[in-house]
């Protein structure tokens, strides 16, 4: 597969920031990345309504969480949004199985960071290893209504928490007593935390334990999808060979298994593998703006992406309002609704295209 000129600079400035970050000894803390360019959102008309066959509450299950519809016990928390290191010394990660919604998004580098959205599962016992922020990395947890749970960041980063005194929680500023370090890994990657210690740190910090939280709008679990194309599995390439993913349809469970480098990625706590019941990749600009491989992510202003469910892929656009998360629109202008089940967001560069970073696989010919 060829790569336009873009692409090429692109991945030379991140490959190169790779090397210089390997030698020293703050891993990704040592190259800040500086904050996206403030560009105003795009005026987009509201998605009509959707016309899939839509869940509906049982109310003998009690209350439904609003980013997985699925029954849950009680009143829900306020989401914690939780960086954490998908370098190849922090895998297998804790914690990743039991998110509601998984993000993975390019840091410097080439490497990838992966931010875990918990809401739904109490109980967590061990969530990590946690990583350092980044602006856009801050956008996306807030775009939940979640407190920022993180270990370090970026210069222009701190800048926002501290100037527009964001709810976060850092390891290395705030709250670094809800954290600890697991002897049995090799710093930086060994920082964990639970989500019993970081709600813990959030209310002695005084911040809000609810707030208003974004939610998905859900089909029916028996409906069958009747449009897109069949995928019984799809990979997607973000830079570099290490960060290769992989996602294979289970009829029987009707979730995407998801993998990394063609091995299954299970979560460290329980065994369990990571999976979704729905993929959503997503094509931004990616722009590096200096020698450094400081980055720029748009994730606000909306444009091409594919939506994988029931094994099937479905083309579109994402879209994002202002206050609002990121969600998917189908070609008629409707919002595509979710199956009840973990969502998985990952957002890869539109060069040399966005088609280029992701490979489906067809289902296996009957004849």
Known sequence: MSMNRHHS????????????????????????????????????????????????????????????????????PRPLAVMINNAPAARPQSGVSEADVLYEVLAEGGITRLIGIFQSQSGVVKIGPIRSIRPYLIDLGESFGAVTVHAGGSPAAYAILQSQRKDDLDEIGNAGAYFWRDKERKAPHNLYSNDAKLREGA??????????VPQFNFADPDYIPLEGEPAAAFGVQFLLQSYTVG??????????????????????????????????????????????GRLSIDVELGGEAMLFQRGNKIEGRWSRQPGDMIRFVKADGTEAQMYPGVTHILIVPVSPSFASHVEVTLPASST
């Open 9 to 76: 600079r692109l991945l030379t400035g991140l490959v190169l920031t790779a090397v210089l970050l390997s030698a020293c000894s703050g891993g990704d803390n040592a190259a800040p990345v500086l904050a996206p360019a403030s560009v105003p959102p795009a005026a987009s008309a509201e998605p009509a309504p959707e016309a899939t066959p839509a869940a509906t509450a049982d109310p003998a299950l009690g209350p439904v969480s609003g980013l997985t519809g699925l029954p849950v016990q009680g009143a829900l």
């Open 203 to 212: 209310d002695k910090l005084g911040y809000a334990d609810s707030t208003e």
């Open 247 to 292: 996602y294979t349809y289970d009829e029987g469970k009707r979730t995407y298994a998801r993998s990394v480098n063609a091995k299954p990625h299970l979560d460290l706590n329980n065994g369990n593998p990571v999976e979704a019941a729905n993929v959503m990749v997503l094509g931004t600009e990616h722009k590096v703006l200096d020698d450094v």
